[in-house]
């Protein structure tokens, strides 16, 4: 079984920056590739970034890129969500996932989803 969970959301204002965190544990070796997804108000769930575990790819959604970056820390087994000039159209509830796959882009090909943080960019 794997657990993921995210800190870091909360309100910014236009512009500001945020980071995100997502802890992972328990069977994580079976995890080839994590990625954050976000989710707003009556719209669907939304890709935003991923990384393979091993490092060897790594995607980011053209609606941020340049403006967010996706780490991990495998020591820690942390993954991380760096967001920066953020926009009112970034408000969302980010989730953290994992798949078994090397690619993680649809989120019906994630296996372990965490359970939100809410981001909220407004002045």
């Known amino acids: 079984q794997v657990q993921l969970v995210e800190s870091g959301g909360g309100l910014v204002q236009p512009g500001g920056s945020l980071r995100l965190s997502c802890a992972a544990s328990?069977?994580?070796?079976?995890?080839?590739?994590m990625a954050w997804f976000r989710q707003a108000p009556g719209k669907e769930r939304e890709f935003v970034a991923s990384?393979?575990?091993?490092?060897?790819?790594?995607y980011v959604a053209d609606s941020v890129k340049g403006r967010f970056t996706i780490s991990r820390d495998n020591a820690k087994r942390m993954v991380y969500l760096e967001m920066a000039s953020l926009k009112p159209e970034d408000t969302a509830v980010y989730y953290c996932?994992?798949?078994?796959?090397?690619?993680?882009?649809?989120?019906?090909?994630?296996?372990?989803w965490g359970q939100g943080t809410q981001v909220t960019v407004s002045s």
């Open positions: 328990g069977s994580i070796s079976s995890i080839k590739t």
């Open positions: 996932a994992g798949s078994r796959y090397y690619s993680l882009v649809y989120y019906n090909s994630a296996h372990y």
């Open positions: 990384y393979t575990w091993n490092g060897s790819s790594t």
